[in-house]
């Protein structure tokens, strides 16, 4: 299967309330390197070397619900902006 820029997969039985799906509170977002597709799925490696996805990861269920190939220009806009979002934390932590 191909997969699109963004993507949400709600097949693995999570609870829908009120339109809205429940993630277990331990999924993780991690960025890995998409290495291509083959028929069993999509293979992926650590090694950020090449095009960039970003996934909410659901160890429990051993799952990816939350998908989002970025380019370089997204991935160093988002980085900006979580970075800008955590200054003043990491100042004040870094002065006590």
């Known amino acids: 299967m191909p997969y699109k820029k963004h993507q949400i997969f709600i097949s693995k039985g999570y609870a829908v309330k009120e339109n809205t799906v429940e993630l277990p509170d331990s999924a993780q977002w991690r960025v890995t390197h998409h290495l291509g597709n083959t028929e069993e799925g999509g293979h992926f ?17 051993q799952f990816w619900p939350i998908m989002s190939f970025l380019t370089d220009e ?8 979580l970075l800008a979002a ?11």
């Open 86 to 96: 955590i200054k003043d934390n990491i100042v004040k932590e870094a002065q006590e």
């Open 45 to 61: 490696s650590p090694d950020l070397k090449g095009p960039i996805m970003m996934c909410l990861n659901d160890d429990e269920g």
């Open 74 to 81: 997204e991935a160093g806009a988002l980085a900006a902006d």
